[in-house]
Structure formats: C-alpha cells, structure tokens
C-alpha cells in the first residue's frame, strides 16, 4: 500500500527557508513521477514542482529559480527546498506520486508566512 508522510512545515518569515520532506512507502522508482502541489483557502490546488523517475524537473512560474525539488534514492525521499519565500507562499503543501494511472496523495503540510 502506498503511503506518503510530508513533514516540514511551518511559520516563516518573509525571505527565509523552509525544506519539506515526504516519505515514501514503496520504492519512488516505481513512479512515474513525483510532485509538490499547494492550495491557498478558497482556491484551487496548484503544481508546484515535478521530479520525473528520470529526474527532469519542472516549476511553477513563480516558484523557478525559488524551489528546488530533489529526492533521496536509498531512503525513499521526495523534498523541496523553499527560499526567498513570500507571503503567496502560504498554503497547504501536499506530496504526490503517480504510478499508472494512479494518484496518490500525502496528508499535506502547512506553510504560513505572515503578510
């Protein structure tokens, strides 16, 4: 059974880092690819970033050159390192994995950054 756990949220202030991490339950090779989306209240949930099992990544516009999605192979890791974070950075952050045509999702994390 597939489980993902994130970890790492938090309240940050504007300009500061934050790293979250998702732990996977099974292999993350046997994805297709791995993701960071968030959702900010009344809106709708956004990718963020993608990691495919050949490890291409790819950003939301205005998360390039901010994020940085990785993954550590022996210990079944996806993680996202968040800098020079912004108040519209706030938002619940959700791990994601897809294998086939399956969509597994994390619990989420919440990231909050005083306006």
């Known amino acids: 059974q597939v489980q993902l756990v994130e970890s790492g949220g938090g309240l940050v202030q504007p300009g500061g880092s934050l790293r979250l991490s998702c732990a996977s339950s099974?292999?993350?090779?046997?994805?297709?690819?791995m993701a960071w989306y968030r959702q900010a209240p009344g809106k709708q949930r956004d990718l963020v970033a993608t990691?495919?099992?050949?490890?291409?990544?790819s950003y939301l516009d205005s998360v390039e050159g901010r994020f940085t999605i990785y993954r550590d192979n022996a210990n079944q890791m996806v993680f996202l390192q968040m800098n020079e974070l912004k108040p519209e950075d706030t938002a619940v952050y959700y791990c994601?994995?897809?294998?086939?045509?399956?969509?597994?999702w994390g619990q989420g994390t919440q990231v909050t950054l005083p306006s």
């Open positions: 994601n994995a897809k294998m086939f045509r399956n969509d597994y």
């Open positions: 099974v292999n993350i090779f046997d994805f297709d690819s």
């Open positions: 990691i495919t099992v050949g490890g291409t990544t």
